[in-house]
């Protein structure tokens, strides 16, 4: 459920807190136990184009919560507090998706936004997760073509063979046993709800609302189990299937299905005869599009293209990789796509490369990603069973060519999971609301819908009939944007799912 070319928001840190980045973590008095919540002591933080009241502070949480007094970690939390006291009902926690974005970020983006449509009535928080930002952060050590974006996500050979994957996959595992530590073995999405209560409890909450985005709906879903007592007006927007046996691996699958959904879209859009005058019409025909696409990525295979940027050229598999990023966004990164797909077929062109391409990415960004889907649940497959996997996914599924289905570090990941993950149900209370496009190339609508069934009359969905990934506040849908904002303002949701048009 990771979004992929996301910049961390970097907070200015302590010496205590730099010191941390540097040891890994922070050994504590042993009397400083959990008896007391932690004192935050907050400073300003705020950026260019964010909320001009945003605070950050560091938060302590243990390294592994079966000895609250030991080690801790720090993590980078941020707040903007509501500017109309007398209107302020609570605290809204924003938890970021990937695994590995930064709520200190999202909150720079979105802070204002989210403030002007409550009107004041929360005191609107998050927190980079461990790993994450300006919290202490793991690493495996990963050489720079390891963390190449289209090698950590593991795209088949051209003949669909998977032995460089498998190899690759088997390296990665062993730098990240090597290297990562205590640390990288406490990256988990419920130790991630661990921190949030221990946050809560830091901000002298009883009750917290909020809204989680992508992987954030698992993290909020988890949460809501484990501390049901402790939720106020939950929101969860661009969801996927909880099933505790697969995990990230069901979520790696699944979107194999969300860009065939998607897909269409750029194909409508690609052939519509606006774009002729743009220089972007790829086809006169939607049905026309795919071909297209699928021809130019064998070809690049065979024949990579070189690029604008020096060493790194444009393969096939770079294609579907841009491809896959391109649908995740509205429709304005259509432009693009068609733009790198016109340029590869022209011989007197260099296509430039999507900024997510055209290096690596930090060891620290591929560690926390890995770490969480790999900690959380042991992967099944075999290399047998993953190529032939790989094999049927390529058929079904030709615009991701395998890549969902195939083997990853996760598949050799040294450490068993520390606990099994939560299982999702409908015991606890009826606050949760779901929202959710219909044509989500990352988290599918499929998926989405067997969220909705573990949550039982705990939850009602909204489904909006967009494509992308992200709904509330992000694709202009007033309907949906609407829907949330009376929840998260009056507690009102619809009597039961409701279904907004584009």
Not at 11 to 19: I, P, R, Y
Request: net charge neutral; glycine share 10%; aromatic share 6%.
């Amino acid at each position: 459920m990771r979004t992929y070319g996301k910049s961390a928001a970097f907070v200015a840190l302590s010496a205590t807190v730099a010191a941390t980045a540097l040891t890994g973590v922070v050994t504590v008095p042993a009397h400083a136990g959990t008896a007391s919540a932690p004192t935050l002591s907050w400073r300003p933080c705020a950026t260019a184009g964010g909320p001009a009241a945003q605070e950050c502070a560091e938060l302590p949480v243990p390294l592994d919560y079966r000895d609250p007094d030991g080690p801790q970690l720090s993590l980078a939390v941020t707040r903007v507090r509501s500017d109309r006291p007398a209107a302020r009902r609570g605290t809204l926690l924003v938890i970021a998706g990937g695994p590995g974005s930064s709520g200190v970020q999202r909150v720079a983006e979105k802070g204002e936004r989210l403030a002007r449509e409550t009107e004041g009535r929360y005191d609107i928080v998050s927190l980079d997760p461990r790993g994450v930002g300006g919290s202490t952060k793991a690493s495996c050590g990963l050489s720079p073509e390891d963390r190449e974006l289209v090698n950590l996500r593991a795209w088949p050979g051209a003949d669909g063979s998977i032995t460089e994957n498998v190899t690759r996959s088997r390296r990665i595992a062993e730098a990240c046993a090597r290297n990562g530590g205590a640390v990288l073995r406490s990256l988990t999405t419920v130790n991630e709800a661990r921190d949030i209560d221990r946050f809560r409890q830091a901000l002298g909450e009883e009750k917290l609302s909020a809204w989680g985005i992508s992987y954030g709906t698992y993290v909020g879903a988890v949460y809501a189990q484990k501390y049901p007592q402790h939720t106020d007006r939950w929101v969860l927007d661009s969801n996927d299937d909880p099933d505790p046996s697969r995990v990230g691996q069901g979520w790696l699958a699944n979107m194999a299905v969300g860009v065939a959904d998607r897909f269409p879209d750029f194909a409508r859009w690609a052939s519509d005869p606006a774009r002729e005058a743009e220089g972007l019409r790829l086809a006169k025909r939607p049905q026309d599009v795919q071909p297209l696409v699928l021809d130019l990525a064998a070809r690049l295979d065979r024949e990579p293209r070189e690029s604008t940027t020096p060493g790194v050229p444009l393969t096939g598999n770079q294609l579907r990789l841009a491809l896959q990023l391109a649908l995740f966004n509205g429709d304005h990164d259509f432009a693009g796509l068609a733009g790198l797909v016109q340029a590869a077929r022209s011989t007197s062109v260099k296509p430039v490369l999507p900024a997510a391409l055209s290096g690596p990415v930090p060891d620290a960004d591929a560690a926390v990603s890995m770490g969480v889907i790999c900690n959380d649940v042991r992967w099944q497959g075999t290399v047998s069973s993953f190529t032939r996997a790989v094999a049927a996914d390529r058929v079904k599924h030709p615009l991701t060519a395998g890549m969902p289905v195939n083997v990853t570090p996760c598949a050799f990941w040294k450490d068993a999971p520390a606990e099994q993950p939560t299982r999702i149900t409908d015991e606890g209370p009826s606050n949760v609301l779901m929202i959710q496009n219909l044509r989500d190339p990352a988290t599918p609508y499929s998926g989405a819908l067997k969220l909705r069934a573990a949550f039982g009359d705990r939850a009602r969905l909204v489904t909006v009939d967009h494509g992308g990934h992200g709904v509330y506040l992000g694709n202009g849908n007033a309907c949906g944007d609407r829907t949330v904002t009376t929840f998260l303002n009056t507690g009102t949701r619809p009597q039961k799912d409701a279904y907004c048009a584009n």
